[in-house]
């Protein structure tokens, strides 16, 4: 593909956080929004597009470059496989990636098959802080680094109405922390400190509306002796006006020094034995999520569609991140440190 024909784009789906999306493809000057699919129509139609209640229709009629799938796990399978049967060469699907592992790999191969492209749509390696992390890990900001901990506090998990204005769907998600929330930390660890060699889960029920875990903690082992700490709780809160955009506090502690995130997106270095602090990121100033990451993660995708480079997270590779989410669950109900090595 080249600058001088914009890239099509068809959306499936128009809940909550489809918002999110659209505008992002609204913003871009290379990117033609040509339709919204989404069960009940009405939604679709409020997104100003060409409106669809049916999927295969819509690729039918408007031949997409991309298809952005946004919806749950349970809906993903099938719009991959009409999407492969369109000729769609290029999809989008949101996380968690399918049902299962099974499921996600029979996906990643069926799309191997057809020439296709799947890139799971895991935004928070692409929120600004993690970015700015990662270029103060590779200037060796704290030198050899040792922990990196991160508390999750969203403070939206409370009582019998919790979730239910905006994604009422997390009640009933028998995995719930790990597998929709924990997730992003579990792909963005491996953004920052490599794959996991092992992993150690303790994961509780704290909402008793909740059909899952709501809390727990994730202890991941990466090379060099290195270890990562999720700390979760959706309970609880943090320091911070919008609760959302960082959704909790990290630490990042090396031999020379250490780098904290707190709930406004700012990044501060503090030199080892030094009181003082260097602000690394100023705070963020965003309206919308998570520091414009989903902005930043479309934008990403069609770079690479107009070849400015390799793609992060294509559903291939991030196969891992589904095996490490099985490993945790695998850990928290038998209570004993997985190995990763030689799963």
């Known amino acids: 593909m080249t600058s001088a024909s914009p890239i ?3 959306c499936v789906g128009a809940g909550y956080f489809s918002q999110f999306h659209y505008a992002s493809w609204a913003r871009m000057e290379n990117v033609t929004l040509v339709g919204s699919c989404n069960r009940g129509i009405e939604k679709a139609r409020a997104t100003g597009l060409a409106a669809y209640d049916d999927l295969a ?5 408007t031949a997409p470059d991309l298809l952005d799938i946004i919806l749950p796990p ?6 991959i496989r009409m999407a492969l049967a369109a000729g769609v060469k290029t999809m989008i699907c949101q996380k968690p990636f399918c049902r299962d592992l099974s499921e996600a790999r029979e996906m990643v191969s069926l799309a191997k098959a057809q020439g296709a492209r799947i890139i799971v749509h895991e935004n928070f390696r692409f929120q600004p802080w993690y970015r700015a992390m990662k270029q103060a890990l590779m200037r060796s900001d704290i030198g050899t680094v040792q922990q990196l901990t991160f508390r999750l506090r969203p403070g939206d998990g409370q009582g019998p109405k919790a979730y239910l204005a905006r994604q009422p769907y997390f009640q009933t998600m028998e995995r719930f922390l790990v597998h929709e929330t924990a997730v992003h930390w579990i792909d963005t660890f491996r953004y920052l400190l490599g794959d ?3 992993i150690y889960a303790d994961l509780r029920q704290v909402n008793p509306v909740i059909a899952g875990e709501d809390a727990g903690y994730i202890l991941s082992e990466h090379p060099g002796g290195v270890r990562a700490l999720f700390d979760g709780n959706r309970s609880l809160d943090h320091a ?3 609760h ?7 630490l990042l502690e090396g031999t020379e020094g250490s780098i904290t ?3 406004d997106g700012a990044l501060h270095l503090r030199r080892f034995g030094a009181q003082n602090q260097i602000c690394l990121l100023a705070p963020d100033t965003w309206d919308g999520f998570g520091g414009d990451c989903v902005h930043h993660l479309q934008s990403h995708v069609i770079s690479g569609l107009l070849g400015a480079g390799d793609f992060e997270n294509e559903a291939a590779s991030y196969l891992r991140v589904i095996e490490i989410e099985e490993a945790v669950y ?3 109900q038998t209570g004993r440190k997985i190995s990763l090595e030689t799963e």
């Open 8 to 10: 099509k784009v068809a």
């Open 74 to 79: 349970v809906a993903h399978a099938a719009c």
């Open 330 to 332: 695998h850990s928290a």
């Open 240 to 242: 911070a006006e919008n």
């Open 261 to 263: 995130l707190t709930g």
């Open 196 to 198: 996991p060699i092992a």
């Open 57 to 61: 229709q819509m690729l039918v009629e």
């Open 244 to 250: 959302r955009r960082t959704m909790g506090e990290a």
